[in-house]
């Protein structure tokens, strides 16, 4: 399988759906590039993933790189875009585009994404002069989540007018494509329509130009239901939970190791 590149993702539009996956190190990178899916974010869900957090807030610079770094290590089809966490970016043009440069520098990425429209425009304009490949994120931005009160819909009514207004302009900054989270499908068959870089929608209906889950929550690993939009096409939870609870019973009733899993004398 050939690496997917940028250009492949803009030529994408209107021609085939885009996929796309979160992974936050190399074993399931691994799987993820062999299946042949086309781009894999190191989200800053990390944050809540993988490191504990209760939100996407407090995860850091030198995590992400951390994490950005054992996936590309091992990925050679999918384009690999790491997010870019709150506060590397938000403060100055100057920040942004040094952040961003070490996420492909030292991070080997070869795309970062953001959250936020007309507010980090020249932020996005800085990156993308700088040969950075930008993606955008409207909608439900959970780095914003203080401002938002909660992870809910958004966009609903006349509010979906300033989402279109903010999602072309993304396009003019130079994004080359745009998730859209938690946005009724109507509003992002509009902002697909009205874009010529692809869309990528999670909680935002059929008609984006591609989709991407968090892939903790595709595979059942997640506790609690959450939210209406995911799928879980399996359960690993459950298949987690039980080779554990074998391990530990084998072990305790001394089962485990048997001969088969011993060396010999000679
Ligand atoms: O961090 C993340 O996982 C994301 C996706 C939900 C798009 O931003």
Same mark, same amino acid.
């Given at each position: 399988?050939?690496?997917?590149?940028?250009?492949? @993702?803009?030529?994408?539009?209107?021609?085939?759906?885009?996929?796309?996956?979160?992974?936050?190190? *190399?074993?399931?990178?691994?799987?993820?590039?062999? *299946?042949?899916?086309?781009?894999?974010?190191?989200?800053? *869900? =990390?944050?809540?993933? @993988?490191?504990?957090?209760?939100?996407? =807030?407090? @995860?850091?610079?030198?995590?992400?790189?951390?994490?950005?770094?054992?996936?590309?290590?091992?990925?050679?089809? +999918?384009?690999?875009?790491?997010?870019?966490?709150?506060?590397?970016?938000?403060?100055?043009?100057?920040?942004?585009?040094?952040?961003?440069?070490?996420?492909?520098?030292?991070?080997?990425? /070869?795309?970062?994404?953001?959250?936020?429209?007309? +507010?980090?425009?020249?932020?996005?304009?800085?990156?993308?002069?700088?040969?950075?490949?930008?993606? /955008?994120? =409207?909608?439900?931005?959970?780095?914003?989540?203080?401002?938002?009160?909660?992870?809910?819909?958004?966009?609903?009514?006349?509010?979906?007018?300033?989402? @279109?207004?903010?999602?072309?302009? =993304?396009?003019?900054?130079?994004?080359? *494509?745009?998730?859209?989270?938690?946005?009724?499908?109507?509003?992002?068959?509009?902002?697909?329509?009205?874009?010529?870089?692809?869309?990528?929608?999670? /909680?935002?209906?059929?008609?984006?130009?591609?989709?991407?889950?968090?892939?903790?929550?595709?595979?059942?690993?997640?506790?609690?239901? /959450?939210?209406?939009?995911?799928?879980?096409?399996?359960?690993?939870?459950?298949?987690?939970?039980?080779?554990?609870?074998?391990?530990?019973?084998?072990?305790?009733?001394?089962?485990?190791?048997?001969?088969?899993?011993?060396?010999?004398?000679?």
């Amino acid at each position: 399988m050939s690496k997917i590149t940028v250009p492949d @993702v803009l030529k994408a539009k209107g021609q085939r759906k885009l996929t796309m996956l979160t992974a936050y190190e *190399s074993a399931m990178a691994g799987f993820v590039d062999q *299946s042949g899916i086309d781009m894999i974010l190191v989200g800053d *869900s =990390l944050a809540m993933v @993988v490191l504990g957090h209760k939100d996407t =807030l407090s @995860v850091t610079m030198d995590e992400m790189l951390h994490h950005t770094k054992a996936v590309t290590r091992v990925v050679g089809h +999918s384009l690999v875009v790491a997010d870019m966490p709150f506060m590397s970016y938000q403060v100055s043009v100057e920040e942004a585009v040094n952040n961003a440069g070490r996420m492909l520098k030292e991070g080997r990425a /070869g795309a970062v994404k953001v959250e936020g429209g007309d +507010s980090i425009l020249p932020q996005i304009q800085g990156m993308v002069k700088a040969g950075i490949p930008v993606m /955008g994120h =409207l909608g439900l931005t959970p780095q914003s989540i203080a401002q938002l009160g909660g992870y809910k819909v958004q966009g609903r009514g006349s509010a979906g007018d300033k989402i @279109v207004q903010e999602a072309r302009r =993304l396009e003019e900054a130079g994004c080359f *494509s745009l998730v859209l989270e938690a946005v009724p499908p109507g509003l992002a068959t509009r902002i697909t329509s009205s874009l010529t870089i692809p869309t990528i929608g999670i /909680g935002a209906g059929l008609d984006c130009d591609g989709q991407v889950l968090v892939i903790n929550d595709l595979l059942g690993m997640s506790t609690g239901p /959450g939210p209406r939009f995911v799928k879980k096409y399996a359960n690993l939870a459950e298949v987690i939970t039980d080779a554990l609870q074998r391990y530990r019973q084998e072990v305790q009733e001394g089962r485990f190791p048997d001969e088969s899993h011993c060396y010999k004398d000679s």
